[in-house]
Every structure is written in structure tokens, then in C-alpha cells.
């Protein structure tokens, strides 16, 4: 079978599992159901796999035309290129995990077998995003996660206790993605007026070898609407707010957009639009900047959260803040590798969250909890993974990939970089707090919680340690050459291999002195916070506390600096005085009025005419007389 028809299978294996489910899931039994949900994946992971292991040259796989004129050709057109290939990995790979684990956490919903079909559909659109050929397949996909996104944020949106604030967080994701697509749309008409083609290949062509440059102005238009589309999708700051509501679906789905997949979408758009950015340092900086404001303000927010999911979610948007930044430096291979590990630890964690969840029986309040580690041991153990990683642990792979953004950043600019160790403090502060107020100490909830404490069955914990074990190794991807020579920079060579523009970008060199430095200081912070974490929450017993006792910092924290409360005054509350004025003078005032005024005099003339119709023969002779006289006077007065 050859690499195109491998691919074109890949696509359509979990459309076809949408399909299937779709169709007849409602019939078929919910093991059937979710089997071949989650079957089609490892299936398309594995052909992934071979196409990752074939002789990586780029291919253009033509599907059919969308358009064809003289001046404007659109097609639908997949590439494969060292690029797609590792999205590729990522989201079958992760996303498989998180179908086998949805199995067992979604075994008792009525809504199963809609469950995985919007599952698959997500992934089938995720995949049309990464393999397009053309910033329309982008654009495709990118609309076509959007829409899965807010139907599996809404899943339950029938719930009698929380089915309302579901459909709210569901439309507010939706909402606030639909400002970034519009910048994301002008961004791509912007680029056909310049460049007559969305093709990459094309697009890339030009820059890089026929020497066509965008005037100054014209190159940071394109790339900030570029950008003000990756800001929704990947949730900087101001379009972020949407995110942490968004866990209001269900977990696995918390664990497939924020980990790998949904939010990743922004990183991906700059990664493959590298050629452009390099031409906008001003657009460059304003990433960079808003990069490090997202990645501070979501650290610092997710201090004081008490939802074990919302604390997740925070440390999502600061994680995509720092990739953000590394992507203002150029750093694009460093920006992929922490999407890579990214995808392992915190696809970890949310599923952890996941089991924890379904042991608390559905509870998320980390103030309720304590003491879980003897109750889950699997559980317990991969969290505490996760949670290291992420932490930027020793040798675990966090370590590394941030690592080597922080070295960027002391490469680019001092000052930079010592915000950046702050947020990695802020990181591993929130991340320890949660680990050891869940699994550490007494338990806090009632007695009939703790009689139900239980392990997840083996299809919900096997993606656990799978995803665990990646999350150590995962630095073997892209290890330092300063310290490692053998297989150094391995996914860096591998992405800059045929994907256009990488391979022309610069590489950072540090003195191994400054790298054994910097290298020495992560793991003296990363250490000393865990043992402050130990002494603060394990050996004094200390709980989170209730909002009533919060004030200063601590309570901005809890409050979400109140952005959400700005932004209702801002926006949403005038919005809806609009609304109301619109329905009053427009709606009301005017169309109400126009139209009850027209079927009015329709209904008059209808009555007057009506009267004509008497069915009395002499009636309507008279008016056939009258009729004739009239004629006849008219023709008479005309000559």
C-alpha cells in the first residue's frame, strides 16, 4: 500500500467510526459501540506510524478541485511532510489513549454512543487541520474543531444541576473562537491578495526562493490576523477566558483539546506559517509579549483554584503562553518538542483528574479530597508523574523542553527569561499544591464518599501508564547537544528535514559553561519548590482554604483577576442592552409594525374585494357595463 492511500486511509478511519456510530451506535451495545470508536484509532495510530517510518520525502496528495478559475485555483490537497507526519502522532497516539480511557469513564452515560461519534469527528477534523496542503484545508479543519469542540463541551447540556452552565461555557468557547476566526479569515485573504495562492508549498516558493517579499506593512497584517487567529484557538490572552469553562464537558474531552489536539492548532498555524512570521518581527514581539503576559497571568490564577480541573485548565493556557514566547524568539523545534511533551503529561494529568473523578464519585473539589494515594495507587503514582514533568522535574520531559525555551530566552533577552523562571516557579508552586492536597494527608470528604473511594478499571489506568512512561522518556526526543552528542536534537533535524523554512532558521548555540548554568538553576528551583511544597502541605497540614477566608492576592487569585466580571460589564452586559433596544425600536417598532401594517391593508382590500363576489348575475353585469363605458370613455378622452 503506498504512503498516499496510507494517509487517505488514516483520514477516513475515524470518520468512518463517526459513521458507524452515528448511525446505528444508538442500537449496538456500548462495548461494540465504544470498541469501534476506539479501534479505528490505534488503527490509524499504527498506519501513522508507518507513514513516519517511510523514506520522508514530501507528498502532495490531490483529492479534487474546489475552485478553478485563471487567476484562482483551490483544491483540496493533503501533505505529508516531517510536520504533519509528527502532528500526525501526536493526535492519533494521544488520542487513542483518551478514547480506550473514555471507554471506562463514560461506561454508565446514556449518551455513549453520541459520545464517540463526536469524539471521532473531532479527530477527523484535527487531522484534515494538520494534513491540509493550503491554509483553506486549515481553515476547514479549524472550523470543523470548533463546532466538535462545543458539542462535547455541551455533552450534557440536558444535566438538571449544571445542563445550563454547559450550553453557557459551550457558546462562550464558540463565541470567543469566532472573533479569532474572523482574524484568522482576513489573515487568508490577505495572503491571496498578495500571493495569489494559499498553498504552502506556493506561499513559501516565493519568499524563500523567488525572493518575492510583502512591503513592511503588509507582512505584519497578515501575520498579526494569523496570530489574532491563533490567540483564539489557543487561548491567549484576551480570547482565553473560554478555556477553563470549557471544562464542562466531560474530562476525556478536557484531556483531547487541552492536551494535544484543539489548542495546539495556533502553535501549529505559526509553526507552518514560519516563513511569514520571519518577515514580521514586529508581529514577532507582540506574540512574544502576550506570550509572557498569558503564561504569568494563567500561572498566577491557577495559585488559589480549588476545581482540580480548573487548575489543569489554567496551567493549559500558561503552558501555550510559553510556547507562545518561544515562537516570538523563533523557536520554532523548541516551541514543537514542549507540544510534544506537552501532549504526554498533560493528557496524563487531565486523565488523572479523570480517575480521581470517577473515585470521588464525580467530585472535583480539591478541599473535599486528601489522603487518595493509599485508596488509587495507579492513580496516585502516574499523577505524581505528570506532575514532576510538568514541573520541569530532573531528567522527566518537561525538563528538557522547557529547558530549552528557557535557554532561548537567555540567548534572546535576560529580562525575558528571568519572567519566564518566574512562571515555571508560579508552575510547579500549583502543581505540587494540588498534587499533595489531593493525595496527601486525611481524607477531607464525607464517610459515604470514602466508602466508595475505588481504583478505575484497567481501560481507564493503562492509558495512564502509557502516557506516564512518555512522560519520562519523552526527552530523549530532543536532547541537548551540550550534554548529550548522541541523537542531540533529534526532532529538531527530523521537523527541519522538509518542512519549508525550518531548515533556514538560525540555530541557538549556548557555551556549555551558560547551558550547565541554566541547567543547574531549573533543577535547584524545581527541587527547592517541591520541598517547601512537602514541608507546607504534607508536614504542617495545610488546606486549601474557603473564598471567606481569602483576601489580598490570594483572593485575586480565586477570583480569576476578575476578568470574567470585566468582561461582562464590558461586553456582554451592553450587548444585551443592544439586544434589547434592537428588539424594542427594530423589531418592535418597526418590522413588527411594517409587516402587521401590510397584512392590515391586505386584509382590508381582501374584504373590499370580496364584496364583489356576490354570486348575484345582474351584479356582475352592471360591473361588466361599467367596465365597457370606462374603456370606452378612455379611448375617446385619449384621441
Known amino acids: 500500500m503506498s504512503i498516499e492511500q496510507l494517509v487517505l486511509l488514516v483520514l477516513a478511519l475515524p470518520l468512518l467510526g463517526a459513521l458507524i456510530n452515528g448511525t446505528i451506535g444508538k442500537n449496538l451495545p456500548k462495548v461494540v459501540s465504544g470498541a469501534i470508536a476506539t479501534g479505528v484509532m490505534f488503527i490509524a495510530f499504527a498506519l501513522s506510524m508507518v507513514i513516519f ?19 484562482l485555483k483551490l483544491s483540496a490537497n493533503l501533505m505529508v511532510d516531517s510536520l504533519s507526519t509528527w502532528m500526525l502522532l501526536i493526535v492519533t497516539g494521544v488520542g487513542s489513549l483518551i478514547h480506550l480511557f473514555s ?61 445550563m452552565l454547559n450550553g453557557i461555557a459551550a457558546r462562550k468557547a464558540f463565541i470567543m473562537n469566532r472573533i479569532g476566526d474572523l482574524g484568522l479569515l482576513i489573515g487568508l485573504f490577505l495572503i491571496l491578495i498578495q500571493f495569489g495562492s494559499l498553498e504552502y508549498n506556493d506561499v513559501a516558493q516565493q519568499i524563500l526562493v523567488n525572493g518575492i517579499r510583502p512591503t513592511e506593512a503588509m507582512s505584519f497584517a497578515i501575520t498579526l490576523f494569523l496570530f489574532v487567529g491563533a490567540t483564539g484557538k489557543s487561548a491567549q490572552i484576551p480570547l482565553f477566558t473560554w478555556l477553563p469553562d470549557a ?35 514586529t508581529t514577532q514581539d507582540i506574540m512574544l509579549y502576550v506570550g509572557l503576559a498569558t503564561s504569568l497571568v494563567a500561572a498566577f490564577i491557577a495559585l488559589r483554584q480549588n476545581d482540580i480541573k480548573k487548575v489543569l485548565a489554567y496551567s493549559t493556557v500558561s503552558q501555550l503562553g510559553l510556547l507562545f514566547v518561544a515562537l516570538g524568539m523563533g523557536a520554532y523545534t523548541a516551541a514543537m518538542f514542549h507540544v510534544t511533551t506537552h501532549a504526554f503529561f498533560k493528557a496524563l494529568l487531565f486523565l488523572g483528574s479523570g480517575s480521581v473523578i470517577h473515585a470521588m464519585s464525580d467530585e472535583q473539589d480539591i478541599r473535599l479530597m486528601g489522603g487518595l494515594k493509599k485508596f488509587i495507587p495507579i492513580t496516585h503514582i502516574t499523577f505524581l508523574i505528570g506532575t514532576l514533568a510538568i514541573a520541569g522535574f530532573p531528567l522527566l520531559s518537561g525538563f ?35 498534587y499533595f492536597l489531593v493525595f496527601h494527608g486525611s481524607f477531607r470528604g464525607s464517610d459515604e464518599a470514602k466508602s466508595h473511594l475505588h481504583e478505575s478499571p484497567l481501560n481507564m489506568t493503562l492509558p495512564l501508564m502509557v502516557l506516564a512512561v512518555l512522560s519520562v522518556v519523552g526527552g530523549l526526543l530532543n536532547l541537548p547537544g551540550i550534554i548529550f552528542h548522541s541523537g542531540a536534537h533529534w526532532l529538531s533535524h527530523y521537523l527541519e528535514l522538509n518542512t519549508a523554512g525550518l531548515n533556514l532558521i538560525q540555530p541557538m548555540h549556548l557555551e556549555s559553561d551558560q547551558a550547565m548554568l541554566l541547567m ?66 427594530i423589531e418592535i417598532g418597526i418590522l413588527n409594525k411594517s409587516i402587521n401594517g401590510i397584512t392590515l391593508m391586505l386584509s382590508h382590500s381582501g374584504e373590499l374585494i370580496r364584496k364583489w363576489q356576490s354570486g348575484m348575475v345582474a351584479s356582475y353585469l352592471l360591473w361588466m357595463v361599467l367596465g365597457i363605458v370606462g374603456m370606452v370613455l378612455y379611448y375617446l378622452i385619449k384621441f
Not at 517510518?53 to 487567476?71: A, K, P, T
Not at 484534515?128 to 474543531?145: H, K, T
Not at 470548533?146 to 463541551?153: K, M
Open 103 to 163: 471507554m471506562g469513564y463514560m461506561s454508565h452515560d446514556k449518551g455513549y454512543y453520541k459520545f464517540f461519534t463526536y469524539l471521532n469527528c473531532f479527530i477527523f477534523a484535527m487531522l484534515i487541520l494538520v494534513l491540509g496542503s493550503n491554509y483553506f484545508m486549515l481553515f476547514f479543519g479549524w472550523e470543523g474543531v470548533g463546532i466538535c469542540s462545543y458539542l462535547l463541551i455541551s455533552f450534557h447540556y440536558s444535566d438538571k444541576e449544571k445542563g
Open 520 to 585: 543547574g538553576g531549573a533543577v535547584v528551583l524545581s527541587l527547592g519548590i517541591l520541598l517547601v511544597s512537602f514541608v507546607v502541605y504534607v508536614k504542617r497540614s495545610t488546606t486549601a482554604k474557603d473564598d471567606d477566608q481569602l483576601s489580598g492576592w490570594e483572593m485575586l487569585s480565586a477570583k480569576k483577576l476578575y476578568f470574567d466580571e470585566i468582561y461582562n460589564f464590558l461586553f456582554v452586559k451592553p450587548t444585551e442592552w443592544l439586544s434589547k433596544q434592537f428588539h424594542a425600536i
Open 400 to 434: 528538557y523542553s522547557k529547558d530549552e525555551i528557557l535557554a532561548h530566552a537567555a540567548h534572546h533577552n535576560i529580562g525575558i527569561y528571568l519572567v519566564l523562571m518566574v512562571s515555571v516557579a508560579l508552575t510547579a508552586i500549583y502543581m505540587f499544591r494540588l
Open 247 to 281: 471544562m464542562a464537558g466531560p474530562t476525556p474531552v478536557s484531556a483531547l483539546i487541552h492536551a494535544a489536539t484543539m489548542v495546539t492548532a495556533g502553535i501549529f498555524l505559526v509553526v507552518r506559517s514560519n516563513f511569514l512570521f520571519e518577515l514580521a518581527p
Open 53 to 71: 517510518n517511510s523514506n520522508g520525502e514530501q507528498r502532495i496528495i490531490h483529492l479534487f478541485n474546489i475552485l478553478s478559475y485563471e487567476d
